[in-house]
């Protein structure tokens, strides 16, 4: 099994900076990407960004320039350094990872990948 752990979190005022960390652990052989998502009162779960094991960023146009994710490959961990942040980054912050292929499986079942999401975190922007 493969848990994800979210840490960081808490209430920061506007303008400030909050670095939040993602731990993935269990049995890992591969993944494709981990990332940061978020979920306001009231709104749909969105994307706030992803690496890739390789290193490639993708950022959702709004926290570009001020929110910077990085990756660990080797420890299967991801943070994210928030910046600037507005009232509007309020939500709480899930970690994923996707494409997640299990040791287990990396020979008989190389197909058999599944995505897995922390417990969230809740990042609250307010003076």
């Known amino acids: 099994q493969v848990q994800l752990v979210e840490s960081g979190g808490g209430l920061v005022q506007p303008g400030g900076s909050l670095r939040l960390s993602c731990a993935a652990s269990?049995?890992?052989?591969?993944?494709?990407?981990m990332g940061w998502y978020r979920q306001a009162p009231g709104k749909q779960r969105e994307l706030v960004a992803t690496?890739?094991?390789?290193?490639?960023?993708n950022y959702e146009d709004s926290v570009k320039g001020r929110f910077t994710i990085a990756i660990d490959t080797s420890k299967h961990t991801v943070s994210l350094q928030m910046s600037a942040v507005k009232p509007e980054d309020t939500a709480v912050y899930y970690c994923?990872?996707?494409?997640?292929?299990?040791?287990?499986?990396?020979?008989?079942?190389?197909?058999?990948?599944?995505?897995?999401w922390g417990q969230g975190t809740q990042v609250t922007v307010s003076s």
């Open positions: 690496v890739t094991s390789g290193g490639i960023t």
């Open positions: 269990g049995d890992i052989y591969s993944f494709s990407t």
């Open positions: 994923n990872a996707a494409r997640v292929l299990q040791t287990k499986d990396a020979y008989l079942c190389p197909w058999c990948s599944g995505d897995y």
